[in-house]
């Protein structure tokens, strides 16, 4: 299966500008700006609510990683959304080059694409139930 490279979401895409992302993702409100160690975080919500709906990690300005926590931002053409069980990340884009769990605990693991500059996180909703994707991060290999 060939690789599918993800770039980013409709909406603002690996490489913007600070500025860019900001424009692109003004329609969904106002976003709330934390750095650490080199990085700026701008964390969007979902309308009405204290829920993230997506995470713009940049770094020297530019934009190097999204984390989406709402289906709505995905396009229609990336093959998995927010809620699909793990056999449907898997049919996308096969097995994962690693997983790596959340730091807390029972908060999920992250199957991570390198290839495809993708990881999702899954966690299962309810004690016994299968793992879902929760979020989906789209992040630059260098």
Known sequence: MPPNVVTGIPLVR?????????QALATLGSSERHTNDGWTVLTFRKPGTKSSAVQVYMR???????????SALV??????RLGDELS??????????FILSEPLSGSGQNYVYPI???????SRPSRGAKPEVVSLLIFNVK
């Open 60 to 70: 020297n300005g530019q934009v190097e990683a999204l984390r989406i926590f709402d």
């Open 88 to 97: 449907s990340v898997k049919l996308r884009f096969g097995e994962p080059a």
């Open 14 to 22: 690996l490489g913007y500008s600070e500025t860019q992302a900001m």
């Open 75 to 80: 396009g229609p053409d990336f093959g998995v």
């Open 116 to 122: 495809s500059q993708v990881a999702f996180q899954l």
